[in-house]
């Protein structure tokens, strides 16, 4: 079975960055849209950014415009997100997420569209 594993949470301060990462255990995902979401206590799961299977074309919630920055390496099997200029309202646990029926151009910020998660990875930003 394939897997997700995220790595690179951890406690910051407001303004500084982080960099996620997300490796897949094979190269199934390679041209499959996959995708960062988070989830804060007590608050529903939302989406972060999204990358298509070609192309590497990227979405992003609105929180995060401008901030994160979403990148593929299909080669490495690895989904990065580089996250900067923190505040304490991005602390959530970080989920890497993979489709494993859209590919090419698809940009999906729906929580339906994926359905390979990894565990996660905490991230704190303290103010």
């Known amino acids: 079975q394939v897997q997700l594993v995220e790595s690179g949470g951890g406690l910051v301060q407001a303004g500084d960055s982080l960099t996620l990462s997300c490796t897949a255990s094979?190269?199934?995902?390679?041209?499959?849209?996959m995708a960062w979401f988070r989830e804060a206590p007590g608050k529903e799961r939302e989406i972060v950014a999204s990358i298509s299977g070609l192309h590497g074309i990227t979405n992003y919630g609105d929180a995060v415009k401008g901030r994160f920055t979403l990148s593929r390496d299909d080669a490495e099997n690895t989904l990065t997100l580089q996250m900067n200029s923190l505040k304490p309202e991005d602390t959530a646990r970080y989920y890497c997420a993979a489709s494993s029926t859209y590919r090419g151009l698809t940009v999906s910020l729906r929580k339906s569209t994926y359905d390979v998660w990894g565990q996660g990875t905490q991230v704190t930003v303290s103010s």
């Open positions: 094979e190269r199934t995902f390679s041209g499959n849209n």
